[in-house]
């Protein structure tokens, strides 16, 4: 069974950490660029962070450049978010999407994630 699996969502204070992970498994994951999205309430799902197959090319949006950070363990089937430097206004829940060329997008469910004091 294809499927993403994300974990490591919460509440956190302003100016905290937190570190998502996306489990996948039924494929082969290096084969995949990996994405993180994340939708607001009221808000168009949006592109987060980009990392290309094999980890050497990665994306950010203006808006979490230098606070945020994705990698990959694709011998694991894992990929990360580590963000820090929270705000308020990265309250979300956020996807991990895998993504290969002529292939359907695969998302996972989605982890909440809140900022707030």
């Known amino acids: 069974q294809v499927q993403l699996v994300e974990s490591g969502g919460g509440l956190v204070q302003p100016g905290g950490s937190l570190r998502l992970s996306c489990a996948a498994s039924?494929?082969?994951?290096?084969?995949?660029?990996m994405n993180w999205y994340r939708q607001a309430p009221g808000k168009e799902r949006e592109l987060v962070a980009a990392?290309?197959?094999?980890?050497?090319?990665?994306n950010y949006a203006d808006a979490v450049k230098g606070r945020f950070t994705i990698s990959r363990d694709n011998a694991k089937n894992m990929v990360y978010l580590q963000m820090n430097i929270l705000k308020p206004e990265d309250t979300a829940v956020y996807y991990c999407?895998?993504?290969?060329?002529?292939?359907?997008?695969?998302w996972g469910q989605g982890t909440q994630v809140t900022v707030s004091s």
């Open positions: 999407m895998a993504l290969r060329i002529g292939q359907l997008a695969i």
């Open positions: 990392i290309s197959s094999v980890g050497g090319s990665t």
């Open positions: 039924g494929f082969t994951l290096s084969s995949y660029s």
